[in-house]
């Protein structure tokens, strides 16, 4: 093994102890996206103390950061995230993600100036939120300009080394309708809850005309006050997906005017709120995917051969817009959660374990160790560094 592999491993061997309780100490606190302010201010904490360069608050987001160390022309970003789920807690294992993106930080460190690379990790928020974003309002406001590459891996019940990551939208919809005595005077209300139930049952007629590709889903946010008073204000909040932004924006016209109809219909007004920052569908880098899967591999990780699976389970992420803007790459890291999957309360529990805790730890030295490998690989060296 080349020296500076064995010295990464050494100094994220002396931090694993740190490492694990700070994924412990996040996940019995979770944040919810933008409102993360402790687990930023403790990676803060555990960055500074290992020597790293850290701002905080970058791009204008009180719970982003940017920390720094090294000084080679190469930047590789390794990307932190730590929000968690409402009512389920860190059920995505972000507590995971936050900690090996430190450690893998840390460990790459260890050997930046031998390697000529300047290691970047970033606090990037809000990941859950499925509009303007952490990572979409950084790329935006320059947080990722002199990066090279991004990269960052995310638990889930089985290894892959490129997960199918699809673009995806959501908004709020709301109704306008107005009140009456729903018995009295029912004919002078304007019944917003209907213009819901219409928009739902024409979403329902749509999914035989999307792509196979396509979901919609969504949740009523507000569905009336009493049964005896008309319901004169509703809201829904939907995601929607398709394989890239192009077919999004096709299922986007489609479902808007499933909400029409309901407008239509009852005679109601519609607003729609949010869905203009989407997530894009993911880029993999699959040069840097190979080089992960090699160092994972070497570390006893298995990847399954998913068949079938691997298109179907698609998710989004932000880190999809990161891979339209330079080489990324989103491996999955198996935590051996199953039945348990991602957005279940089982899941939030099986991030904790004795399993999980070696998951982060494989994560990190495996993106570590990549980093070594990319700066020492002449022909990715220089694609990297030579990217226009
Ligand atoms: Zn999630
Ligand atoms: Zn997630």
Same mark, same amino acid.
């Given at each position: 093994?080349?020296?500076?592999?064995?010295?990464?491993?050494?100094?994220?061997?002396?931090?694993?102890?740190?490492?694990?309780?700070?994924?412990?100490?996040?996940?019995?606190?979770?944040?919810?996206?933008?409102?993360?302010?402790?687990?930023?201010?403790?990676?803060?904490?555990?960055l500074?103390?290992?020597?790293? /360069?850290?701002?905080?608050? %970058? $791009?204008?987001?009180? +719970?982003?950061?940017?920390?720094?160390? !090294?000084?080679?022309?190469? #930047? @590789?970003?390794?990307?932190?995230?730590?929000?968690?789920?409402?009512?389920?807690?860190?059920?995505?294992?972000?507590?995971l993600?936050?900690?090996?993106?430190?450690?893998?930080?840390?460990?790459?460190?260890?050997?930046?100036?031998?390697?000529?690379?300047?290691?970047?990790?970033?606090?990037?928020?809000?990941?859950?939120?499925g509009?303007?974003?952490?990572?979409?309002?950084?790329?935006?406001?320059g947080?990722?300009?002199?990066?090279?590459a991004?990269?960052?891996?995310h638990?889930?019940?089985?290894?892959?080394?490129?997960?199918?990551?699809?673009?995806?939208?959501?908004?709020?919809?709301c109704?306008?309708?107005?009140?009456?005595?729903?018995?009295?005077?029912? /004919?002078?209300?304007?019944? %917003? $809850?209907?213009?819901? +139930?219409?928009?739902?049952?024409?979403? !329902?007629?749509?999914?035989? #005309? @999307?792509?196979?590709?396509?979901?919609?889903?969504?949740?009523?946010?507000?569905?009336?006050?009493?049964?005896?008073?008309?319901?004169a204000?509703?809201?829904?909040?939907?995601?929607?997906?398709?394989?890239?932004?192009?077919?999004?924006q096709?299922?986007?016209?489609?479902?808007?005017?499933?909400?029409?109809?309901?407008?239509?219909?009852?005679?109601?007004?519609?607003?729609?709120?949010g869905?203009?920052?989407?997530?894009?569908?993911?880029?993999?880098?699959?040069?840097?995917?190979?080089?992960?899967?090699?160092?994972?591999?070497?570390?006893?990780?298995?990847?399954?051969?998913?068949?079938?699976?691997?298109?179907?389970?698609?998710?989004?992420?932000?880190?999809?817009?990161?891979s339209?803007?330079?080489?990324?790459?989103?491996?999955?890291?198996?935590?051996d959660?199953?039945?348990?999957?991602? #957005?279940?309360?089982?899941?939030?529990?099986?991030?904790?374990?004795?399993?999980?805790?070696?998951?982060?730890?494989?994560?990190?030295?495996?993106?570590?160790?990549?980093?070594?490998?990319?700066?020492?690989?002449?022909?990715t060296?220089?694609?990297?560094?030579?990217?226009?």
């Amino acid at each position: 093994m080349p020296t500076a592999k064995q010295a990464a491993q050494e100094r994220l061997e002396s931090a694993r102890g740190d490492l694990v309780s700070l994924s412990h100490r996040i996940h019995s606190r979770p944040e919810l996206g933008f409102e993360e302010e402790h687990a930023s201010a403790w990676l803060c904490e555990t960055l500074d103390a290992a020597g790293f /360069e850290v701002e905080k608050g %970058a $791009a204008g987001l009180a +719970t982003a950061f940017v920390a720094r160390a !090294g000084n080679g022309p190469l #930047h @590789i970003g390794i990307c932190a995230e730590y929000d968690s789920l409402p009512g389920i807690g860190h059920a995505c294992g972000h507590n995971l993600i936050a900690a090996m993106s430190a450690g893998a930080g840390i460990a790459a460190a260890r050997v930046a100036d031998e390697l000529g690379v300047t290691v970047v990790v970033l606090g990037t928020p809000a990941e859950e939120v499925g509009n303007a974003s952490g990572k979409i309002v950084m790329l935006e406001r320059g947080a990722f300009d002199c990066l090279h590459a991004s990269m960052m891996v995310h638990p889930a019940p089985f290894e892959a080394a490129t997960m199918k990551i699809i673009a995806a939208s959501m908004f709020d919809v709301c109704y306008h309708g107005k009140e009456a005595h729903a018995s009295a005077f029912p /004919e002078l209300g304007i019944n %917003a $809850a209907d213009a819901l +139930t219409i928009a739902q049952t024409s979403l !329902g007629l749509l999914r035989q #005309h @999307i792509r196979q590709t396509d979901r919609i889903h969504g949740i009523v946010t507000k569905g009336g006050d009493a049964p005896n008073i008309v319901p004169a204000h509703t809201s829904a909040r939907y995601i929607i997906r398709s394989d890239n932004l192009e077919e999004l924006q096709e299922l986007r016209a489609k479902v808007r005017r499933c909400f029409e109809a309901g407008a239509l219909a009852t005679g109601s007004k519609l607003e729609i709120q949010g869905g203009d920052q989407p997530y894009a569908h993911m880029h993999h880098d699959l040069g840097l995917a190979a080089i992960y899967q090699r160092n994972a591999e070497a570390l006893g990780r298995k990847f399954p051969d998913l068949g079938p699976l691997r298109d179907r389970v698609a998710a989004s992420t932000d880190m999809g817009n990161v891979s339209q803007a330079m080489p990324a790459i989103h491996p999955a890291v198996g935590i051996d959660s199953l039945p348990a999957v991602n #957005h279940q309360p089982e899941f939030t529990a099986a991030c904790i374990t004795p399993t999980a805790d070696q998951a982060l730890f494989d994560g990190a030295l495996a993106m570590a160790w990549s980093i070594v490998d990319l700066a020492s690989d002449a022909s990715t060296r220089t694609r990297l560094l030579t990217r226009s």
